[in-house]
Nanobody, 117 residues
């Protein structure tokens, strides 16, 4: 079954860094416009960063200057590099992939990020 699988979450101190990965299992991620979202406990899911069909990366204000999406098409992976992490970055992080020819996307199951001292 084709799916997206996130990994790389964990516990990190404020000011630290994490790199999340999203693997396409049965999916060729270079055919997909990718995005990262997050959801804190008791809150709705919010956009972190989103790739356009043309491959441009757009970042939400919460991520600008701190987070970066990167691709490794050879490994069929998409990363979210997160630097200068804050406690308010704590939450479940999800990747979403949308075929460039479609409006319908698929979600991974998420990876938990905890930023705490």
């Amino acid at each position: 079954q084709a799916q997206l699988v996130e990994s790389g979450g964990g516990l990190v101190q404020p000011g630290g860094s994490l790199r999340l990965s999203c693997e396409g299992s049965g999916l060729i991620l270079s055919d997909y416009a990718m995005g990262w979202y997050r959801q804190a406990a008791g809150k709705g899911r919010e956009l972190v960063a989103l790739e356009t069909n043309a491959g441009r990366m757009n970042y939400a204000d919460i991520a600008k200057g701190r987070f970066t999406i990167a691709r490794d098409n050879g490994k069929n992976l998409v990363y979210l590099q997160m630097n200068s992490l804050k406690p308010e970055d704590t939450g479940m992080y999800y990747c979403r992939g949308r075929p460039r020819w479609s409006n319908k996307g698929s979600w991974g199951r998420g990876t938990q990020v905890n930023v705490s001292s």
